[in-house]
Structures are given as structure tokens and as C-alpha cells.
């Protein structure tokens, strides 16, 4: 089991950057495929980039390709997610999740951090 606990939201400019960390607990980080996910007010959640257990893949949806960047650090236990680019559809709770399998659902979530890009 691991529990997520995200950092980094606030408000920015359109044009601008964040980087979100996402620190999680426990001493088998390494073992889950990590991922960023986000709901924009009154939206349903969204993938936003996905990163392997290793870091070596990383799976980004054409919106945000070119502009966001997932990363990991394992002997930190902590998940990254740095945002350029930013435009005002950018503004949305950014949530960390975590998988053991590729094929099954994210199991487990942090409670979001919200980000706000003003135009």
C-alpha cells in the first residue's frame, strides 16, 4: 500500500510554469506505475501523463504532449509533474495516482492539488 500526498498548486499566469510533486509513503514506491490525473471544475477526471516504474516510459494525451513533462525520482519516493505552457484549460484539481499492474484501475489517489491559470 502507499499513500500520496500531492504538492506544488497555485496560481499562475497563462504562459507560465508549475512543477506538482507527489510524495508518496512506504518503501515500494518504486514497484507502482505512477501517474497524474485532473478535474477541471464541474468536469469529469483526466489522464495526464502516466510514468513506468522505472521511468523510462512515459504516456502523455495529445492536450498536454509538448508542454507537460511526468518524471520520478525512486530513492526520493516522489512523482513530478512540470507544467509549461500553461493556458487558462490547464485549470483543474491535479491528483497523483499509483498502479502495481499496467492493466488494472489506480488504486490508490492523493487528495489533489489545485491548480489556477489565470488569462
Same mark, same amino acid.
Given at each position: 500500500?502507499?499513500?500520496?500526498?500531492?504538492?506544488?498548486?497555485g496560481?499562475? *499566469?497563462?504562459?507560465?510554469?508549475?512543477?506538482?510533486?507527489?510524495?508518496?509513503?512506504?518503501?515500494? %514506491?518504486?514497484?507502482?506505475?505512477? $501517474?497524474? %490525473?485532473?478535474? @477541471?471544475?464541474?468536469?469529469?477526471?483526466? %489522464?495526464?501523463?502516466?510514468?513506468?516504474?522505472?521511468?523510462?516510459?512515459?504516456?502523455?494525451?495529445?492536450?498536454?504532449?509538448?508542454? %507537460?513533462?511526468?518524471?520520478?525520482?525512486?530513492?526520493?519516493?516522489?512523482?513530478?509533474? *512540470?507544467?509549461?505552457?500553461?493556458? $487558462?484549460e490547464d485549470?483543474?484539481?491535479?491528483?497523483?495516482?499509483?498502479?502495481i499492474?499496467?492493466?488494472? @484501475?489506480?488504486?490508490?489517489?492523493? *487528495?489533489?492539488? *489545485?491548480v489556477?491559470?489565470?488569462?
Amino acid at each position: 500500500q502507499v499513500q500520496l500526498v500531492e504538492s506544488g498548486g497555485g496560481l499562475v *499566469q497563462a504562459g507560465g510554469s508549475l512543477r506538482l510533486s507527489c510524495a508518496g509513503s512506504g518503501r515500494t %514506491f518504486s514497484s507502482y506505475i505512477m $501517474a497524474w %490525473f485532473r478535474q @477541471p471544475p464541474g468536469k469529469e477526471r483526466r %489522464f495526464v501523463a502516466s510514468i513506468s516504474t522505472s521511468g523510462a516510459v512515459t504516456t502523455y494525451p495529445d492536450s498536454v504532449k509538448g508542454r %507537460f513533462t511526468i518524471s520520478r525520482d525512486n530513492a526520493k519516493n516522489t512523482l513530478y509533474l *512540470q507544467m509549461n505552457s500553461l493556458k $487558462a484549460e490547464d485549470t483543474a484539481v491535479y491528483y497523483c495516482a499509483a498502479r502495481i499492474q499496467p492493466n488494472q @484501475p489506480y488504486d490508490y489517489w492523493g *487528495q489533489g492539488t *489545485q491548480v489556477t491559470v489565470s488569462s
